[in-house]
């Protein structure tokens, strides 16, 4: 029983905050493709099936520890053969409508040409191995070093831009948090050109999307992958109502970005370079509240986002080798929180969505942690 005023009154103000400015939420949906397997290379690469398979059985194991009691895993494959099997989850397969609107906003989002020529060579490929009597399932070749195509590379890729346009629309009419939890990563595929892993950009297409279904909408894309997301950046910038934020390494690929400053036709895109053996202490921090939140959201009325996306690459851990940022698993769970505290603060009704770029760290013995922890960090900042 409550006696106290004072106590009364802390719990009515804390009660109307949260539900003025329901940013995050208790649950918290993460769509993943058990069926991402089906695109590999045929010889060691970081970007791999592997990356989801440890985040789910880390998201798993902290749900059954009851650390992550709001997480509700949902497996989005088409064929059942590939469900979790040791794993409490949910199974929303996409529908055929899902996956047209997706395909849709690909080729609003890129040069149709593109788009057209991935699609067509994995379906003529597939049909080719059919015909021949061999697996469906076959390896094409390199778009380009570090970028390759199976046969199912694009229903991959088809399926991932649709987990990412459930995430946005989640959290845009739930007011809740939501996670893409896709691969390949998509941040650097241009308008006319897939490479650095991406094939298409699911962010850009996210973002397409939602300027398509609101005519009022203003979307925030931060990208907090160690590389810079060139690909969202150029394809963005075109539009009005969508800015787009990346902190990243310099140098490093893909060797843009590399002076700090606002560009782009409406000033909407931010670059923020940092140096080698950057640390959340020594420099990331001071960079992430003085430059990306006053530019993600205003402290006046002159940009208020209706949704924050975030690039939610992990290559900037400590641990990771295709960089060279020391960060920390728990640095990512700070930088969400203090997200949710900065939009909280200047009156913001936004919430947030996010999609999986890089981080390729699976080791358990990481120092500083691994890719799974780094996620689940995540998700926990947003959460708590």
């Known amino acids: ?39 590999r290379s045929i010889d060691y690469h970081p970007e791999q099936p592997a990356r989801i398979d440890a985040c789910v059985k880390e998201i ?17 494959t088409p064929d059942t053969s590939t469900l979790w099997k040791d794993c409490a989850h949910e199974h929303q397969p996409f529908s055929e409508e899902e996956l047209h609107h997706a395909r849709d906003i690909l080729l609003k989002t890129h040069d149709e040409e593109m788009v057209l020529t991935i ?21 094409i070749g390199n778009i380009d070093e570090d970028t390759f195509l199976t046969t199912e590379s694009f229903d991959v890729c088809l399926r991932a831009t649709a987990a990412w346009i459930r995430a946005v629309d989640h959290a845009f009419d739930k007011k809740q ?5 896709t691969r390949p990563p998509g941040h650097h595929a ?8 991406c094939i298409v950009n699911f962010a850009a297409a996210a973002v397409v999307h939602l300027l398509e279904s609101h005519d009022d909408i203003k979307v925030s894309v931060f990208d907090w992958d160690v590389h810079y997301g060139q690909g969202v950046a150029k394809i963005i910038q075109k539009y009005s109502r969508a800015r787009y934020v990346s902190i990243h390494q310099t140098p490093a690929f893909p060797y843009m970005g590399n002076k700090l400053g606002v560009s782009g036709e409406h000033l909407n895109v931010m670059t923020i370079p940092i140096p080698a053996e950057t640390t959340w202490t020594c420099g990331y921090k001071e960079k992430f509240e003085e430059k990306v939140l006053p530019f993600v959201c205003s402290d006046n009325d002159s940009w208020k986002p209706n949704l924050v996306l975030i690039c939610a690459g992990y290559d900037a851990l400590d641990s990771d080798e295709l960089a060279s940022v020391s960060l920390q698993a728990k640095d990512y769970k700070a930088m969400a929180s203090r997200l949710v505290k900065h939009l909280r603060e200047n009156e913001s009704s936004a919430s947030i969505a996010l999609g999986l770029e890089g981080g390729y760290q699976l080791s358990e013995f990481a120092g500083g942690g691994n890719l799974p922890n780094a996620v689940t960090a995540t998700i926990q900042g947003l959460t708590e």
């Open 177 to 181: 948090a939501a996670f893409a939890l």
């Open 119 to 139: 699609e067509g060579s994995c379906s003529k490929s597939r049909d080719l191995r059919i015909s021949e009597g061999k697996d469906p399932l076959g390896f």
């Open 60 to 76: 798993q194991r902290l749900k059954e520890s009851q650390q992550m009691e709001g997480t509700i895993l949902i497996d989005t």
């Open 1 to 39: 029983m409550i006696t106290n005023g004072s106590s009364i009154g802390s719990i009515v103000v804390t009660f109307v905050s949260f539900y003025l400015y329901p940013i995050a939420g208790l649950n918290v949906p993460i769509w993943f493709d058990s069926s991402n397997g089906w695109h």
């Open 190 to 197: 241009t308008f006319q050109l897939s490479n650095g892993f």
